[in-house]
């Protein structure tokens, strides 16, 4: 799991009708396994901040490979 920037992400960029609307500019990829508390607890973001940046997400059914905004450690 990391946190991408774009543009300059190293990898293929997803196309912008991927991604979230985002005012940070900084994205991250779900992965297998993930959960909205441990990416909070990694990233030093509360779980509130996802959702209020990201609000079509469902929090109990995330979905691998798709991309979420994250807000500003």
Do not use: R, W
């Amino acid at each position: 799991m990391g946190v991408d920037e774009f543009p300059g992400a190293p990898g293929p960029a997803p196309s912008p009708e991927q991604l979230p609307v985002c005012p940070t500019g900084l994205f991250l990829e779900i992965a297998p396994g993930d959960t909205l508390y441990q990416i909070a607890k990694e990233q030093g973001v509360t779980v509130e901040g996802i959702l209020a940046l990201n609000p079509g997400i469902n929090p109990h059914n995330l979905k691998v490979g798709t991309f979420i905004c994250l807000p500003i450690p």
